[in-house]
């Protein structure tokens, strides 16, 4: 009973997936500002994702998939917030209502025993066959990140493969003001 | 039409138009053409200390002793690299700085030059916010946003690199008031900001029993009138207060309400009010862990109001019931005006069952110690110089460890921003060259630096600015030829093993003094504490005071680490539990 002051805090809570959309400035450095503010602070990244999203306000948007407490999520919020070039930070599973995907290219090694195999799983998650000039088997898929892997699991029980994956990517289904 | 003047220029017009009177700095490689434009210039004073750590804790002892922005220009490489102490000391403890360091020239960012270091990549997490200039046209408009992010909302340092070719580039300078800051860069509270919460604190507060006021250095921070209102909203409930290390001073302490200091050193009511109030009123303080103790146990049976201009401090340790965010000022003025226009009253019978528990808590004499015998302890020497200074307008710096504790339990603060100490970083060497900012900042105001023999030797170096600039700080040594604090944790919690906290060949400070043709004084006797107090005060030159201590006193009252509010040790002789003990080992 006797807890230290740098005892892990009782967990009141369980710990949960989080979706956080960040709005920044597009400047030097900014991602490298929210990047230390996890590390520093001994926080978990499971995955980021950063691109430019206005041409003409120079606005990014970073989501980030990160798990903890809902007291650590919060405490995640608000310092993104503390950092001077952050518009706004959104906990996309506390809007209720979205949408996520990510792409994974899939490099596949085909061979005459798997081919048929391979071409019907393909299919059946809708994954794309992607021509290039070397004629290898890259196929894409795309969709919320469960469906990637279980696609994932199911392809590797049929061949060796190596995979690229984007992180997903989310935005909230809610219908926006015209001003958002 | 030609406007255009060199980026060196640009650097010197931005801070003239924004006020600043004083620089701190040290020259260098990368800096040069910006000294040799304040060379040409009279508006702009600079003072060269001998190493820029002592430039930044300058700068701080200047922001905090008059509540400006401090600012600090040093090279790069190496002069970027000795402020990173005194960045993370001003973001920990909240003090406006402007921090320019110089950078090699653009086209050799990246080649590992002679003096280049990625003083962005290395400050980031130090600084509030930093920048480093690549358009000499962007420059003025980074000052002026510089120096309002420093001073917005949570104030903080913040660092602007300059490559040395946008230095001598020429560019366009752009005034302040045409700068347009976007706002969510800014802290910027709407007027009637978060006042449902405002009126169900207050009602909350009406309705105690057992209040308690604990009020941190936002209230400094929000400005003089900060504290005029909280001690008038104060006075108005008739509740006790205690500040925390780095509040000392909005509450006179001669104020009939005032419990002192809390925390790990902090008087033994005002923790026990602390443990056993129903409803506690936190202004500008983040409940820090030297203030808490053991978390599970902090105030367990009370309702929290928590006042903080950052939103990231609520519930960032202790869950509080209701949250304020704004500043000190604003929230306190609506505040008073709420209790008014409802006049609420306390319950005036609990309350006096409440005070007339506090003061059988008072009566422990929590800071009694023994003062027999010929040596000085360390206690009486604060004491003394309190006495001794009370009616003169004096600031108060300090470094880190006993002699800390000690000047914030017996030095008795009647005014904010008199008291500046490193509270939340902690960082020895902090308080001599403090003592020179505050000192150029207030230059017939007495300054003393209230110093342990190991803490002052940490920038002892800056006698020689002392000296230069005819700065008559004093430097009151408690000299326990001991790095005072790690002996006493040693001796209560490492089995009285002395590793390493012992200053062996420390140097004859009088002597040193001399040396810098400074003056030294010594006390060894109360006998002769007296005379050298007074013999400091009196001296119009900067003056080494060696006050030899008992070596082995401790600082108490104590809560060990990991203990709560109401376990508190009086003294060495008090019996510790073994087992809290051993827990408590591990922490800091």
């Given at each position: ?12 809570s369980e710990t949960k997936r989080h979706i956080l959309t ?21 926080y978990n990244i499971d995955s980021l ?14 989501t980030i998939v990160t798990h903890g407490t809902s007291?650590v999520v919060?405490?995640i ?14 906990n996309l599973d506390q809007e209720?209502?979205s949408?996520e995907?990510e ?41 919320a990140s469960e469906?990637?892997n ?17 992180g997903p990517v989310a ?10 | ?588």
């Amino acid at each position: 009973m006797n807890k230290s002051v740098y005892a892990s805090p009782d967990q009141v809570s369980e710990t949960k997936r989080h979706i956080l959309t960040v709005l920044v400035d597009n400047e030097p450095g900014v991602l490298a500002r929210v990047i230390g503010m996890f590390s520093g602070r001994g926080y978990n990244i499971d995955s980021l994702n950063v691109a430019e999203v206005s041409n003409d306000e120079n606005i990014s948007r970073i989501t980030i998939v990160t798990h903890g407490t809902s007291e650590v999520v919060s405490q995640i919020e608000k310092q993104l917030l503390r950092i001077v070039p952050v518009h706004s930070v959104t906990n996309l599973d506390q809007e209720g209502n979205s949408v996520e995907a990510e792409v994974a290219l899939v490099y596949i090694y085909i061979s005459d025993t798997n081919k048929k195999k391979v071409y019907q799983l393909c299919d059946l998650y809708r994954a794309r066959k992607i021509e290039n000039e070397n004629n290898t088997t890259i196929f894409e898929i795309a969709g919320a990140s469960e469906r990637v892997n279980r696609f994932i699991k199911e392809i590797n029980e049929i061949t060796k493969v190596e995979i690229v994956r984007s992180g997903p990517v989310a935005i909230s289904s809610i219908q926006k003001n015209e001003e958002e | 039409m030609n406007n255009e003047i060199t980026g060196a220029e640009i650097v010197l017009k931005s801070l003239a138009e924004q006020g600043v009177e004083v620089v701190f700095g040290y020259p260098g490689g990368a800096v040069l053409p910006i000294y040799d434009t304040l060379f040409k210039q009279n508006s702009i004073k600079h003072v060269l200390v001998r190493q820029e750590g002592g430039a930044i804790h300058a700068a701080e002892g200047y922001a905090r002793s008059t509540g400006k922005t401090g600012v600090v220009l040093v090279t790069s490489g190496p002069g970027a690299t000795n402020v990173v102490t005194g960045l993370t000391d001003a973001m920990m403890d909240s003090v406006p700085i402007v921090c320019i360091t110089g950078q090699v020239p653009q086209h050799l960012i990246g080649s590992d030059a002679f003096q280049e270091c990625d003083t962005t990549g290395i400050t980031r997490p130090c600084t509030k916010h930093n920048y480093l200039v690549k358009d000499v046209n962007k420059l003025s408009s980074v000052f002026h946003e510089a120096f309002t992010i420093a001073q917005n909302g949570r104030p903080g340092p913040v660092l602007i690199d300059i490559p040395k070719d946008v230095q001598f580039a020429s560019g366009t300078y752009e005034e302040k008031n045409k700068i347009i800051i976007p706002s969510h860069r800014l802290f910027e509270p709407s007027p009637d900001f978060e006042k449902n919460k405002i009126e169900e604190a207050v009602e909350l507060i009406s309705k105690a029993k057992k209040p308690i006021f604990y009020i941190g250095g936002g209230c400094i921070n929000s400005g003089p009138k900060a504290s005029t209102l909280v001690r008038e909203f104060i006075n108005m409930v008739g509740s006790p207060v205690t500040m925390t290390l780095m509040g000392l001073g909005v509450v006179g302490s001669s104020d009939k309400n005032s419990l002192g200091m809390l925390g790990m050193h902090g008087m033994y009511e005002a923790n026990m009010a602390m443990h056993e109030c129903d409803v506690m009123i936190n202004i500008g303080a983040r409940f820090d862990d030297r203030v808490t103790g053991r978390l599970d146990a902090f105030s367990p049976n009370s309702k929290k109001i928590h006042i903080d201009i950052d939103e990231s401090n609520i519930n960032k340790t202790i869950n509080v019931d209701v949250p304020i965010i704004g500043d000190v000022k604003q929230v306190v003025e609506t505040m008073i005006s709420v209790w008014k226009d409802r006049k609420y009253k306390i319950d005036t019978d609990s309350l006096k069952l409440w005070w007339d528990k506090i003061n059988k808590w008072k009566e422990v004499d929590c800071l009694n110690y023994n003062n027999e015998g010929k040596q000085i302890k360390p206690q009486y020497a604060v004491q003394r110089l309190y006495e001794l200074t009370k009616n003169t307008k004096t600031f108060i710096t300090t470094e880190v460890g006993q002699h800390q504790m000690w000047a914030a339990q017996f030095y008795k603060f009647e005014e904010p921003n008199r008291w500046l100490t490193s509270g939340g970083l902690g960082t020895m060497g902090y308080g001599f060259p403090a003592a020179i900012g505050a000192q150029v900042g207030h230059p017939d105001a007495l300054v003393v630096d209230i110093a342990g023999d190991a803490s002052i030797l940490m920038n002892i170096q800056e006698m020689s600015t002392a000296v230069q600039y005819r700065l008559p700080v004093k430097i009151f040594i408690l000299n326990n030829e001991y790095m005072g604090m790690v002996r006493q944790w040693q001796e209560l919690l490492h089995g009285g093993r002395y590793s390493e906290s012992y200053t062996d060949s420390l140097p004859d400070f009088v002597k040193l003094a001399e040396s810098y043709k400074a003056v030294g004084l010594r006390a060894k006797t109360t006998d002769e504490l007296d005379d050298v107090i007074t013999q400091m005060i009196d001296t119009k030159n900067t003056v080494i005071a060696d006050i030899w201590v008992t070596k082995e006193e401790n600082c108490f009252p104590m809560i060990q680490s990991g203990s709560a509010h109401n376990e508190m040790m009086l003294s060495k002789d008090q019996k510790q539990d073994k087992k809290s003990a051993e827990k408590g080992k591990i922490l800091v």
